[in-house]
Structures are given as structure tokens and as C-alpha cells.
């Protein structure tokens, strides 16, 4: 079991756009509550498209071949900074996540089943507040200083059941978002709310529960590029 943890990242006011002058004011933000800078963090997620094997009715000019409906077309893969011996992978369509060795990407590179089409980086600065674990920073594509996204962590050490702490969790995000409003900021930090039933995962919180919560803000993120 691990320390409860809420993802959230930055929501723009319509019109507004994403710089990096929000992520300073909102380090500047932990700072002011007292939080104090504890080193730099990184999780990554790759997101993966299944490959159909057999190309020569392609190259012949036939039509493209087709997946069997058993394998999953897509995977998201995530790395946890708190977790560099781990990797998850994540079935959206099957609501599975699963946890296997960090050389997972290896594999996959070299069976050639799925190929990686995006890689995003989540990373930024830790501060520790107390019983909470603040961590801020940007989501970058791979080899690009392109801003996509400000997230933030907020962990909570005494306590790994989610109903448990929910009360506390929401009113630290209700001081965090007083603190920022104060900034006068074009936007606002919003809450990933992830259904872990939906993976089976228990109130007891986990890993996978991170990992989860990354897939649906990367959900979030393409919903947002999309539209």
C-alpha cells in the first residue's frame, strides 16, 4: 500500500494560454504555504498502437490487415518516478492495469507487436509540506520543451485508504486553490477524478492507482488537443 495521492493539472481560462511563467507561480505557491523544495521528479507515459504483423497484402496493394478483436488495440505504459524497478501498463478498453519489470519497453520494442507513437514527461520539482508531498511541474513530449500540460501531485503520508482521507485531501485542495486564486492567474487546478472500481482496485491505495490516474489526464490532455 502506498500514501493516498490526487493528480490534478492546470486548466486554462478560455482563451488564455499555457507558459511556463504558471508553473513558477505555482512552485512560488508551494513555497508560500511553507512547502520546501526536496529535488526534481519524472514519470513518463508512452502511448502505444497495436501493429498488425502481416504487411504483404498492404504492400501488394490489398487492404491493410486487420487486427484479430482479442487483441487490444492501444496501451498506455507509465513509469513512476517512485517506482524506477516498475512499469504498468494500462488496457483502457479492458479496464485492466497490469505491473511488470521496467525493461517492458525493451520487450516491446523488440517483438514489434505494438509500436510507441507518443511519449509524454511529466516532470518538475518536489516539496515536502508536513504530511504532504507536493510535486509540480510540466508535461513535455519526448525531445521537445513544447508545453502540453502544468501538472501537480499532492500525496498525503499518514494515509492510504482513499474514503479515509477524502476529507483531508479536499481541504487542502481547497487552501491550494485560495493560495493560487490570490496569484489572479488565467485559470485553475482541477482534480483528476479516476473510477478505480472500474480496474478493480481497492480503497486501499496502490501504485496502479497512480498509474491510473495519469491514464485518464492523458485522456483528459488528447480530449483537449482534439478540441
Known sequence: ????????????????????????????CAESLGGSKDGRWKTSIIFYR??????ASAAAGGAPPQLPPEIPRELLGVALHERPGLYFSILRA?????????AFPQVMEKLQSYKARVTLNFEGFQYQLGDFCLRIGKCVPNNSETLRKIMM????????????SSAVMEDFFDIWQETVAKKSLPGH???????????????????????VQYATCLQQLMAAVRG
Not at 497495436?50 to 504487411?55: E, F, G, I, P, V
Not at 479516476?194 to 482496485?201: A, D, Q
Request: aromatic content about 12%; overall charge negative; hydrophobic content about 40%.
Open 94 to 102: 479492458q479496464r485492466l492495469v497490469l505491473q511488470a519489470d521496467s
Open 1 to 28: 500500500m502506498s500514501p493516498v495521492k490526487w493528480l490534478m493539472h492546470w486548466h486554462p481560462n478560455p482563451g488564455a494560454t499555457l507558459n511556463s511563467q504558471i508553473l513558477a507561480e505555482a512552485c512560488a
Open 50 to 55: 497495436a501493429m498488425a504483423r502481416d504487411s
Open 189 to 211: 487546478f482541477l482534480h483528476v477524478e479516476s473510477n478505480f472500481s472500474e480496474y478493480g482496485l481497492s480503497d486501499h491505495y496502490s501504485f496502479q492507482h497512480t498509474a
Open 153 to 164: 501531485e499532492v500525496e498525503y503520508y499518514p494515509l492510504s485508504s482513499i474514503e479515509k
